[in-house]
């Protein structure tokens, strides 16, 4: 009788532990399907991540394709205002920084006159380009070669900024180039302008290269803004070749068909008549 209390006090106690021992869950590491488990859950942790990034390469491709066209829009719009200001300088000035005044040796000394671009839209060069006149693109094959990144806009805006530094002989050089890559491009007919103005400018002065620049931009573009310029400064050259007759006939008809217009090319014709004529 005196062990019978113990005995069922201990009975609970013992009960209660295997219990414990139960619910107590023993996980082995080692075991096949603890490792599966454990590499599914880093799988999918590194999924996740991958998918992250991907989602931020994309959103960044797409702001740098978003900031490319921006800055090629920037581009376009830059070029556009810079022949723009010119076509506005050509239709205030009306000076002769370009043209031929008083005697040919002044004229063999004038500059290129970068404020020169005509605003004449619609108007045909008519008579100012006789048949005999009329004449193919001129040769550009012994161009040297010259950097280009492909983009019409901006090789004409390199070479153009060579002409507003003063830098004839490389702006003559980019011009050919440009017209050669570009025999359709959108300023191809102002290229041959400024090929034709340059030869005027340079030392020693290309009188031929710079008549053969004009009257091929006269006769390939007649209806192009730049002809009333092309006429006059074609006019100066035809006297700076001992030509008074054909520099007068042309000087008159750039009046005539433009008198009404108030293009700079107008008052220029006028003013270069009075003075050597």
């Known amino acids: ?39 599914r859950s880093m799988q999918g942790e590194i999924y996740q991540q991958l998918q992250q990034l991907r989602q931020e390469m994309m959103t960044l491709r797409g ?27 050509g239709s205030l000035t009306t000076g002769a920084a370009g043209a031929v005044v008083g005697s040919s040796s002044t004229a063999a000394n004038a500059a290129v ?29 012994a161009v040297p070669a010259v950097a280009s990144n492909g983009n019409e806009s901006s090789d004409y805006t390199d070479a153009y900024a060579l002409v507003r ?16 890559r570009y025999p359709s491009g959108r300023y191809t007919p102002n290229a041959w302008y400024w090929l034709g103005e340059l030869y005027v400018a340079v030392k ?5 290269a710079a008549t053969d620049a004009f009257q091929y931009l006269l006769s390939k573009y007649p209806d192009h803004d ?14 700076l070749n001992g030509n008074k007759q054909k520099s007068q006939e042309l000087l008159t008809h750039v009046i005539d068909r433009y008198g009404s217009t108030g ?3 107008v008052n220029k014709s006028r003013e270069f008549l009075r003075k050597n004529f």
């Open 204 to 208: 020693p002065q290309n009188l031929k």
């Open 226 to 239: 730049k002809v009333p310029a092309a006429m006059y400064k074609l006019g100066t050259v035809y006297f």
């Open 263 to 265: 293009n700079s090319a």
């Open 63 to 89: 702001i740098v394709e978003e900031q490319e066209h921006q800055i090629s829009q920037l581009k376009q719009q830059g070029l556009d205002r810079y022949i723009d200001l010119d076509r506005r300088l």
């Open 165 to 180: 530094s003063g830098n004839y002989d490389q702006a003559i050089t980019s011009f050919l180039a440009y017209v050669e």
């Open 113 to 141: 006159d970068v404020g020169s671009d005509a605003g004449i839209t619609g108007e045909a060069a008519g008579a100012a380009v006789t048949g005999a006149d009329v004449v193919n693109s001129p040769a550009v094959s």
């Open 1 to 39: 009788m005196q062990f019978t209390k113990p005995l069922f006090l201990l009975l609970p106690a013992a009960c209660l532990s295997a219990q414990l021992w139960a619910q107590a869950p023993v996980v082995d590491m080692n075991s096949p399907r603890a490792g599966a488990e454990s590499n």
